[in-house]
């Protein structure tokens, strides 16, 4: 992430569609300040999500440790990339970078409405571990 990306980033996290499952929408003052804290800082959680052939941000991937041998793994995409596989692609491409980092296991969080999130998780043989508040689904990433 670069100081540049508060505003595409701003587009993403206050579009109401974006942030259903999420959190509330965010204000221009709350994007920057997760931007600096989670994009810009010295071990990043979020990192930009560009689309070689437009060069354009199409969102960000979630990728850091979540536990001691566990990395959690997500992303947030813009409402106009829906639909296109970019998750199902995104998805292949951490499951590929944990394997080689050598990650145990990978996590993914979502809530019981994100029927996409879950069917996607499903396909790529995370399973379901928590039922709480929210989903979580972990995946065994040295069975892959």
Not at 37 to 55: D, F, H, N, T, W
Request: glycine share 6%; proline share 4%.
């Amino acid at each position: 992430m670069e100081e540049g990306d508060a505003e595409w980033l701003y587009a993403i996290l206050s579009d109401p569609s974006c942030m259903k499952y999420i959190e509330p929408v965010f204000s221009w003052e709350k994007t920057e300040e997760f931007l600096k804290e989670a994009g810009l800082c010295e071990e990043p959680k979020i990192y930009a999500l560009l689309l070689k052939e437009e060069e354009r941000p199409v969102g960000y991937v979630i990728y850091h440790p979540y536990e001691e041998d566990a990395w959690e793994i997500g992303r947030i995409l813009n409402a106009q990339d829906w639909n296109k596989g970019y998750a199902k692609e995104i998805t292949a491409a951490l499951i590929k970078d944990a394997r080689k980092r050598g990650i145990p296991y990978l996590v993914a969080e979502c809530v019981q409405e994100q029927k996409v999130t879950q069917h996607i998780l499903s396909q790529y043989g995370f399973r379901l571990t928590e039922t709480e508040a929210l989903y979580v689904y972990v995946l065994d990433a040295g069975k892959m």
